[in-house]
């Protein structure tokens, strides 16, 4: 859900972005020979790029458009005669995010005016860069390209371009994240890895790529050095489908213990949201939170195999035998999936009292201790958020201090409840 925070933030983004490309568009000097076949196809290929773009760790990109306009930015013969000016440049490629964005509205998708901004803002600060400061009389690309360069040179001095346009983009979209959503700067800056480098890099290196390859194959350099970056484009959007398709198989087995009337409907969800709150709070990484909801959200899927079920699915006064036999179900139905198998561990432990690695050293998972806690915590307030409820529930809760329950995952809780 993106809160009005994060909603004024996106519009400042994009206002900053309009200011800044109409300037561009104002002071541009489109001339007869600066629209080449190269220029057109890098113009059709922004254009089209903008309706595919991809959502990762909550950040927007559209690798599709970024590349072919980091060739259109870092090329420098593509033009007849003198190379048109940074403007000029800058104004070919907000016009074209500016009509793909329409295009993409136009056709029922959503357009993020935030992440649009940032990424047009990011290649302003690569086209100024390579094409706005000069050096003895010259820019950059044209020191790139003489004669006296080498094509290693040039070719690293370019991707410093680029790289610094990125790192802008993604700068922008972690403030924006970390101001307007009010969420952890670690935990932001941890999402930033995963597929979203990945494709980054490959976003990134295309640029000085389709630079280097014009002067010899001409205008087919942006079809063909953008290939790649489409093959990990599609590579990316299939990963994310199978995770997507993963997270609504846990969902759908969560709810069978409450379809069967085992559990009180929304337990393993409330579980799930409550214990990746605390983890936050505990600072943990995205792959650790990640176990943390698959935990909670199958935590209670042993109750399957129980021959009597618990009062309200409750397992805060479960037996010992009752506890083991939740354990052993479970094992079975989450150890037959490969992809699943991992949660193993972490799902039994969390029947294990804390005291059992102060007195006996065993060894309880975080995500395990985490999980008992966040389950304890819905089974006493079974949903309730009012102050008496929270005061009931934090008092059990201290009864069973360092016995039942890791006191450093209490006094998380107690900070987001």
């Known amino acids: 859900m993106i809160t009005a925070m994060r909603a004024r933030l996106d519009l400042v983004l994009f206002a900053l972005a309009i200011v800044i490309g109409s300037a561009a568009a104002l002071q541009a000097e ?45 090329t420098r013969s593509a033009f007849n005669g003198e190379p048109p000016s940074a403007c000029t440049v800058l104004a070919m490629i907000w016009l074209s995010i500016l009509v793909g964005g329409l295009i993409a509205r136009a056709g029922g998708h959503k357009v993020v005016e935030g992440s649009l901004g940032a990424r047009f803002l990011g290649l302003a600060v690569t086209t ?32 410093l371009a680029a790289v610094a346009g990125g790192l802008t983009q993604r700068i922008l979209e972690v403030l924006v994240a970390w101001l307007g959503e009010g969420r952890r700067l670690s935990r932001i800056l941890a999402d930033e890895g995963g597929p979203l480098t990945r494709i980054s890099a490959a976003i990134l290196t295309s640029g000085p790529l389709i630079a280097l390859a014009y002067p010899v194959i001409g205008w087919v350099a942006i079809p063909l050095l953008v290939l790649p970056v489409l093959l990990a484009y599609v590579a990316v959007r299939r990963l994310l489908a199978i995770r997507r398709a993963m997270g609504e198989s846990l969902l759908a087995l969560s709810r069978l213990t409450a379809v069967s009337g085992l559990t009180r409907p929304g337990h393993p969800n409330r579980v799930a949201e ?33 021959d009597e079920p618990l009062r309200d699915g409750a397992t805060l006064h479960a037996g010992p035998e009752v506890e083991d036999r939740i354990a052993v179900v479970s094992t079975h139905v989450v150890g037959s999936s490969p992809q699943l198998a991992t949660l193993v561990p972490l799902l039994d432990h969390v029947r294990t009292p804390f005291r059992r690695s102060r007195e006996f050293g065993a060894h309880i998972p975080l995500e395990s201790r985490i999980v008992r806690v966040a389950s304890a915590w819905d089974d006493i307030t079974e949903g309730a958020r009012s102050a008496r409820v929270r005061e009931v529930a934090l008092e059990r809760l201290h009864l069973g201090l360092g016995y039942d329950y890791d006191p450093d995952v209490v006094a998380a809780l107690e900070h987001v409840t």
């Open 30 to 74: 489109l001339t007869e020979g600066a629209m080449t076949p190269f220029v057109l196809v890098s113009i059709i290929a922004m254009v089209l790029g903008e309706q595919l773009p991809m959502r990762i760790s909550r950040q927007v990109i559209a690798p599709l458009m970024t590349a072919p306009a980091l060739g259109l930015i870092l």
């Open 128 to 159: 100024l860069l390579a094409r706005g400061i000069t050096v003895d009389g010259r820019v950059l690309i044209d020191v790139a390209v003489s004669d006296d360069v080498r094509p290693a040179t040039a070719a690293f001095v370019l991707l």
């Open 274 to 306: 409550l214990a990746v709150a605390i983890g936050e709070q505990m600072d943990l990484d995205s792959r650790t939170l990640r176990q943390i909801e698959r935990t909670a959200l199958l935590h209670d899927v042993g109750q399957l195999g129980l």
